[in-house]
């Protein structure tokens, strides 16, 4: 969530806790959901990493919390884009990269990002895949009383294998449109 925030406050500058809020809200929200609770401590871990600063001002005749990104902030963010995705929600880390790969501005760099993305869907489409030959291959020995159990659990593997699927071609499309 941190990155998702310095993301943030990279594209829309100085955010209160509510103003990030409603910025989360009207777009982020759509892949990742998070509390005010949730954005409040990560904002404070960002600013004990130094990686924003929050300076309290007047607004509406009350003073307000304005969290700022710093220098630093702003090479954890780009750092963060370009890093390979990690172990965790695939999805998740793919959406969160795209959704601010408009910071990067050369498009080469945009391109090898997204087909990182690509290359991480399709090494987990592969497992998914294995794992689909291997219960294939062990059908015939299901009892009969498990059959139907057995029937819903590949049918949710293949859901996994056609959104894996899915995910890479519309990512191999996006790359390729620059």
Do not use: C
Not at 26 to 40: I, M, N, Q, V
Not at 90 to 100: G, N
């Amino acid at each position: 969530m941190g990155n998702v925030i310095l993301g943030l406050l990279l594209l829309v500058g100085p955010q209160t806790l509510y103003s990030l809020g409603k910025q989360f809200q009207a777009g982020p929200s759509l892949f990742y959901r998070a509390s005010f609770g949730a954005l409040h401590s990560a904002l404070r871990t960002l600013e004990a990493a130094g990686s924003v600063t929050a300076t309290e001002e007047p607004q509406g005749g009350r003073r307000k919390k304005v969290f700022r990104i710093t220098p630093a902030g702003e090479a954890v963010v780009h750092a963060w884009l370009r890093a390979p995705l990690g172990d965790g929600d695939l999805e998740l880390a793919a959406l969160s990269r795209t959704f601010l790969l408009g910071l990067v501005e050369d498009a080469a760099e945009r391109r090898r990002i997204l087909d990182g993305i690509v290359a991480a869907i399709e090494a987990e489409l592969a497992g998914l895949e294995a794992v689909a030959v291997e219960l294939d291959a062990a059908e015939a020995g299901i009892p009969e009383q498990h059959r139907t159990v057995f029937r819903y659990q590949r049918a949710t593997l293949d859901y996994g294998i056609t959104a894996h699927r899915g995910a890479r071609d519309w990512y191999r499309r996006l790359a390729a449109e620059g």
